[in-house]
């Protein structure tokens, strides 16, 4: 039965945090500060996922062919390549590190 209250209360406090964000003035939005924070936000997020699923295992850290794959990608990135060969390519790095 505890599986089905904090399902419940996730999903309240997912809600709430929805609405408050609707809720906020126009125009707080509109400031410079508030715009820029809203821009750089979602990349700090992404970024910060992305160590932790690439480095992280547990309570360790690890370099493993995870970190492989995410520098093979971040080269087709600088490379110019489109988005989905970038992730064919840290596929195919990732899978062949982890055969070797």
Do not use: N
Not at 3 to 26: D, E, F, H, N, R
Not at 74 to 91: D, K, Q, T
């Amino acid at each position: 039965m505890t599986t089905w209250i904090a399902i419940g209360v996730t999903a309240a406090g997912c809600y709430l945090v929805k609405l408050l964000g609707l809720s906020v003035p126009a125009g707080v939005l509109e400031r410079p500060l508030v715009r820029r924070l809203a821009a750089l936000l979602p990349v700090a997020l992404l970024a910060a996922l992305t160590a932790q699923q690439t480095f992280g295992d547990g309570r360790h850290l690890v370099l493993d062919a995870r970190a492989a794959g995410l520098g093979a990608a971040a080269l087709a990135l600088v490379l110019r390549a489109p988005f989905l060969v970038v992730v064919a390519v840290a596929v195919a790095v990732t899978a062949g590190v982890r055969a070797l």
